[in-house]
């Protein structure tokens, strides 16, 4: 009889998981697409969520067998909508783009996504070109981090960034010391327990901020709301705000730095 048994720990195994049953399947599959019959380099491959219902540790694992085993196919396709192998996938992509020569034009590797949308009563889907944000940033993080490193530097703010601003601001801090400091308590207590040197940024520095964060962004004055906010207290308040993450990890900084500019 044709066929295969599967057994774990020796016995059949009974009642499979959906993560053993995508993990069988997509082993299969890599197995299948190394015999002698199919010739790699100059074959198709479409391999759709490879880690659906999988474990999160098997991501990195299953990104490793595509690189090795695919990374030399003929024409790849790659769906998915894991955002951490997404990740690996584009930078894998990305990199692989820069080491093209121009003679290799036509081997350019491609990002799209699928969108969703409503035409009268009826949703349907389209593929249109991966848009920048999800192209440019690994992370919602990072976004932020480049907003405000750029309205930071920017040589003349426009106003219509004062709105904005500060919510972000708010957004990245919080962000940022709930992973330095993980215990309870509000955002001013969690930026004390940063213990920056007094020197380096006073309380007077860090009041700024807290104005920025505290006040713009909640508009608990309703005098607020009929005025507008001024552009330089504002970038020094992030400036200032920029200054705290690279006081407290200078190693931390210097990536979210490194990551904008790739």
Not at 36 to 60: A, E, M, Q, R, T
Not at 110 to 120: A, L, T
Request: hydrophobic letters at 35%; a neutral charge.
């Amino acid at each position: 009889k044709k066929g295969y048994i599967i057994k774990r720990d020796g016995q059949i195994a009974n009642n499979l998981s959906e993560g053993e049953k995508t993990a069988i399947a997509f082993s299969y599959f890599v197995a299948k697409a190394q015999e002698k019959n199919f010739k790699i380099k100059d074959g198709i491959v479409f391999i759709d969520d490879p880690i659906s219902s999988l474990d999160s540790n098997f991501i990195y694992h299953c990104f490793s067998l595509l690189k090795n085993y695919f990374g030399s196919v003929g024409q790849l396709f790659i769906s998915t909508h894991n955002f951490e192998l997404f990740n690996l996938l584009k930078k894998w992509f990305i990199e692989k783009n820069r080491s093209l020569t121009r003679s290799k034009k036509d081997e350019v590797c491609c990002f799209y996504m699928i969108e969703n949308y409503i035409d009268g009563d009826k949703r349907k889907a389209r593929i249109k070109k991966l848009e920048n944000t999800l192209l440019n940033y690994n992370s919602e993080y990072h976004f932020l981090f480049d907003l405000l490193y750029t309205f930071a530097n920017n040589d003349s703010p426009e106003y219509k960034d004062l709105y904005t601003i500060s919510n972000i601001a708010r957004r990245f801090l919080e962000i940022f010391t709930n992973f330095k400091i993980p215990t309870t308590g509000d955002l001013a207590s969690k930026i004390d327990a940063l213990r920056i040197d007094e020197d380096k940024i006073s309380s007077i520095e860090r009041g700024k901020v807290y104005k920025l964060i505290q006040e713009f962004s909640h508009g608990s004055d309703p005098t607020s709301a009929i005025e507008h906010k001024d552009k330089i207290e504002s970038q020094e308040a992030i400036k200032v705000l920029l200054n705290i993450v690279k006081e407290s990890d200078l190693t931390h900084y210097n990536l979210l730095e490194k990551s904008i500019r790739l």
